[in-house]
């Protein structure tokens, strides 16, 4: 099979007789297929576009992709459209209904569909993700992409991880013009960051491809020139148009009326053709000048502002068309008296030449693109002129004074039909198929090979302890035979010990072993991590991994495919909810980080020695707080260090991980990171107790941390209907903002002197009236009341469903009275009993009452911690002969947050002891 590049081969010349080529520095071939696939089935075949003509009216890629889907249908292929000109949820319809295009195709035995998007025009990265979602779910034998709005990024995406069944199918992209070069040739800058990704996702399109067909050499060097590293297998072909155009020349016809015909726009010459028309003078006189197509912006104006403006100097009448379609277009032109002019800078193969040479109207083009490979050079001195105004003029005086001729292809339009028509034979045969797709990664079998790999999770802080451990033994049940797990934690004793016993015996039992991570010890870790030589996931710890994502990713590191993996994320309020995807990360496309669009998600794996070049303990750590950087943040920085270095890096075009959330998110972001800071520390709260808001939802007894990092498990959620907290602007960017902010966490004092000290516009009456409702609705938590079985689970507040409980050589039991506790060995002599996820609201002291029984005397010990750091907050002891009472209280100074309670309980001697918990409450 031919490579697509290089000179013409002599077989390629027998496929399609041509005049001699333009003289360039690459020359590309014809499709190959004449002879190849003779007796093959008909292809399912999907063509993926933006613009098709009945549901648009006119375009350039609508005439060229209806003219593909012509040919194929007429070959006998299954065709199906699949439409991405869809916003909120409807497909774009100039004209008629949606309903009636469909029925109309159908007639023709071809399926008519459209993506689901529910968002904006512009949301490229969602319909190409779309696009994916519905080839993924459909038996395709080929799909034709254009590269216009990059439609086939992900599914390319897809196809290069190895993912079913696109590594199978052979995928086309035909080139129509990408915005870059779009760009290029209007001279016209960027105006949002959108016009950069697009760009980002059309090059990626083109690059990805199984097969580029350009239908003109011009583009193809073009694309090469901005550096675009095209397929192997790219061609060029002319768009299959049935001209059938007779050579020979005809008379000229005389001329009335001069009519601009394309898009109104630089690029398309609609500025050379007014300083043509600037020049023609009283030539003009007596004549018609009408401009024929669809407007364009510019400097924020529609282009007929400016058209109307300039022709006040022209001495003819000056006539508007801007909605015409393909039809009514080529009906006007058809008439005598008229000839197109398509005076365009700079075109790629452009259909209105097509159209004008197959209905045979007088025309004139501009050379130097596109449109010297469609017209026959016989034709060019009398329908071509170079891009300049001095020669458009000329030619059009000459076309007014002895009239316009019509012109014929420089190719034999039999024997293009004849070739696409082989083409798409070649393509439904299996083998031919194979021989396509022999540079293209196989699929991925069904157990990847590959050494150990390390699976880092990265706690916040904020994540549930119960949550936590779940997670993990989760994750360690699904991946024990992958490798090893490692916990990142900056929570401190004794919650670092109760974590690393619970996790290392759990991950000893599955074969595998486990490892909590200090920050300190964290370069130590990593530089073990590099000497493996395998490789390392990280994500956060309120994060699933998925195990299609592990295997792929680490099939692709192993063979060296990649250095770098990443996924799409997706999130859900609870287990039994079915994940919807958050954002959708643009993988290795250019720029896009910069942009603010992520280019990994929170989920990625990296080849450790690839690790030990691009990353540090420090990027792991905030630098100017010390806290843990999300997995997101770092995945970002590791993939642009990639992409500098040119290392390959990936993207799984699947979700590879999951986060639930089950408290509600607050309702506004997180503002400048600094400026939350100083209002915490004014407010004297403590950062670190909830998430995304208010780093500042804690008051202050025990000192000031920094800000915690966004998408943390906020315990808001847990609050009852009607606390001014679910309510209250959680920015802390305004001074009455923290007044509100101050009342609504039961602090009164402090709201009202924010309020009179920065002389904002807040009554201290209503800012009283908020903290003693933010009193009267904080929820009592009766520990011992529930454990004994007093409260039932179902009919607790919120609050309570999340306590979880571990104990150590100690048995928890109702009695009449209480909960009651004994060693479970009295020969250790004591024993401890974790409530962990316990939260609380402004809450302003723990009480324990409880009777020792008879037998010994013991001694009990409650300590309250910060779950996000494993801080102290507060601890008290008590002790006492047997058959005494006892009391004991913590104070809690009106904090906030999630907590655990740890109950130490010791008996001297060896001897047996019990006592019952008679109260234990939060008030």
């Given at each position: ?132 979602l519905h080839l993924g779910a459909h038996d395709y034998d080929a799909v034709y992409f254009n590269e216009h709005h990059g439609s086939g990024y992900f599914t390319l995406a897809a196809k290069r991880a190895g993912l079913s069944p696109f590594a199978e199918r052979v995928h086309c992209v035909i080139t129509h013009g990408s915005i870059e070069w779009v760009f290029n040739t209007n001279d016209q800058r960027l105006s949002r960051p959108t016009d950069l990704q697009m760009i980002g996702v059309e090059r990626r399109s083109v690059e990805w491809a199984d097969v580029v067909i350009g239908p003109s050499q011009y583009l193809l060097r ?297 920050p300190a010890a964290l370069p130590r870790f990593l530089q073990s991590g590099r000497k493996i030589g395998s490789s390392l996931f990280v994500t956060d710890v309120s994060d699933e991994l998925a195990e299609p994502f592990v295997q792929q990713s680490r099939d692709m590191i192993a063979r060296g495919t990649a250095v770098a993996v990443t996924c799409a994320a997706a999130r859900r309020r609870k287990d039994s909810d079915e994940p919807v995807i958050a954002e959708i990360p643009a993988g290795d496309l250019p720029a896009a980080g910069g942009l603010g669009m992520p280019i990994t998600s929170s989920a990625w794996a990296v080849h ?251 001694s009990v010990q409650a300590t309250i911690i910060d779950q996000a750091t494993g801080a102290t907050l507060g601890e008290a002891s008590v002790a006492g002969a047997a058959g005494t009472e006892r009391k004991l209280r913590i104070p809690l100074h009106g904090i906030h947050g999630m907590f655990c309670l740890i109950v130490d309980f010791a008996a001297p001697g060896g001897k047996s002891a019990a006592l019952t918990l008679n109260r234990m409450q939060f008030a």
């Open positions: 099979m031919p490579s697509g590049t290089g000179r013409r081969s002599g077989r390629a010349e027998k496929q399609m007789k041509v005049a001699k080529a333009p003289a360039g520095p690459e020359t590309f071939s014809g499709l190959p297929g004449l002879g190849k696939g003779k007796g093959a089935r008909p292809l399912k075949v999907c063509v993926v576009t933006s613009e098709i003509l009945g549901p648009v009216k006119n375009g350039g890629i609508g005439t060229a992709t209806s003219a593909l889907i012509d040919c194929l249908a007429a070959n006998g292929h299954e065709v199906t459209i699949l439409y991405t000109l869809v916003q909120r949820g409807e497909p774009d319809c100039v004209e008629r209904t949606w309903a009636h295009w469909v029925s109309q195709l159908a007639a023709r035995n071809i399926t008519l569909t459209h993506i689901p998007h529910e968002g904006d025009y512009r949301e490229w990265l969602k319909k190409s993700w779309l696009v994916k073009e694309y090469r020139s901005y550096g675009w590293d095209l397929p192997r297998h790219t061609y060029n072909q002319p768009y299959p148009f049935p001209i059938g155009v007779k050579r020979k020349k005809g008379g000229r016809t005389p001329v009335e009326e001069i009519v601009f015909f394309g898009r109104l726009e630089t690029r398309k010459g609609l500025w050379l053709f007014c300083e043509a028309l600037d020049r023609m003078g009283d030539a003009l006189r007596g004549r018609k000048v009408t401009f024929m197509g669809r407007p364009a912006d510019v400097s924020g104006f529609p282009s007929p502002v400016f058209i109307l403006a300039r022709a006040e100097k022209w001495a003819c009448e000056v006539n508007l068309l801007l909605d015409y379609s393909q039809e009514q277009a080529l009906d006007y032109l058809s008439k005598p008296g008229r000839v197109a002019v398509m005076p365009s800078l700079a075109d790629n193969s452009p259909c209105v030449v097509y159209e004008c040479m197959q209905q045979q109207i007088p025309f004139v083009a501009t050379n130097g693109s596109g449109a010297d490979e469609l017209v026959h050079p016989d034709c060019w001195p009398t329908v071509m002129c170079p891009p300049n105004a001095v020669a458009l003029s000329e030619r059009l005086g000459e076309v007014l004074k002895d009239g316009a001729t019509t012109a014929w292809p420089r190719f034999e339009a039999a024997e293009n039909l004849a070739s696409w028509q082989a083409w798409n034979q070649l393509l439904a045969d299996p083998k031919a198929r194979a021989e396509l797709l022999e540079d293209a990664p196989s699929p991925v079998p069904a157990k990847a090979v590959s050494g150990k790999s390390t699976f880092l999770y990265i706690d916040d802080g904020a994540v549930l302890l119960g949550t936590l451990m779940d997670r993990l033994l989760r994750q360690m049940q699904l991946f024990a035979g992958a490798g090893n797990f490692a916990l990142l934690s900056a929570r401190g004793e004794p919650l670092r010990g109760m974590l690393e016993g619970a996790l290392e015996a759990s991950a000893a039992q599955l074969g595998s072993a486990f490892s909590y991570v200090s450790s020695a690839a690790l030990g070049e691009q990353l540090t303990a420090a990027d792991f750590i905030d630098p100017t707080t010390g806290e843990l950087t999300p997995a997101q943040d770092i995945g970002e920085l590791a993939f642009h260090r990639l992409i500098t270095a040119r290392q390959p890096v990936r993207l799984i075009p699947e979700v590879g991980t999951v986060r639930t959330t089950p408290t509600r998110r607050p309702r506004r972001e997180r503002h400048w990171y600094r400026s939350a800071v100083l209002h915490a520390e004014a407010l004297g709260m403590k950062p670190y107790l909830f998430q995304d808001a208010a780093a500042w939802l804690s008051a202050s007894s025990f000192g000031f941390r920094s800000s915690a990092a966004p998408e943390r498990s906020a315990a808001t959620g847990l609050l009852p209907e009607g606390h001014p907290l679910r309510d209250v602007a959680q920015s802390g960017t305004s001074m009455d903002g923290l007044a509100h902010l101050a009342a609504a966490l039961g602090r009164a004092d402090q709201a009202i002197q924010i309020a009179t000290a920065s002389e904002v516009g807040v009554r201290a009456e209503d800012l009283l009236v908020e903290a003693v409702h933010t009193v009267r609705n904080r929820p009592a938590i009766d520990l011992s009341a529930l454990l004994s079985g007093e409260t039932r689970l179902e009919s607790a507040s919120d609050v309570i469903k999340t306590l979880r409980a571990s104990t150590v050589n100690l048995v928890l039991e109702r009695t009449p009275d209480g909960l009651g506790i004994r060693l479970q060995d009295p020969a250790i002599g004591e024993g401890t009993a974790t409530f962990f996820d316990v939260a609380l609201f402004g809450h302003d002291h723990f009480l324990l009452d409880c009777h020792i029984g008879e037998g010994n005397s013991c």
